[in-house]
């Protein structure tokens, strides 16, 4: 298990700082871990699940409009 830090995950996500902390208020990005007074770090698996997830959704979406587009025509 690794920590990534704030730079890492922008990175990762391709998100910026305030879009990362309002997904995480909405609940739909993970949660950072605290690594100190005033360090933050989050968990890289959850980060790359979130990343892997949103993908899958993309995907997913893209199926079934295909789908439904078949069944128009």
Do not use: C, N
């Amino acid at each position: 298990m690794r920590i990534i830090r704030l730079k890492d995950v922008k990175h990762s996500t391709g998100l910026g700082r305030s879009t990362i902390y309002k997904y995480i208020s909405e609940g739909s990005f993970p949660k950072p871990v605290s690594l100190g007074d005033r360090a933050v770090g989050w968990v890289e698996s959850e980060v790359t699940g979130w990343v892997l997830a949103r993908i899958e959704a993309r995907d997913t979406h893209e199926s079934l409009t295909a789908v439904s587009q078949l069944k128009v025509a």
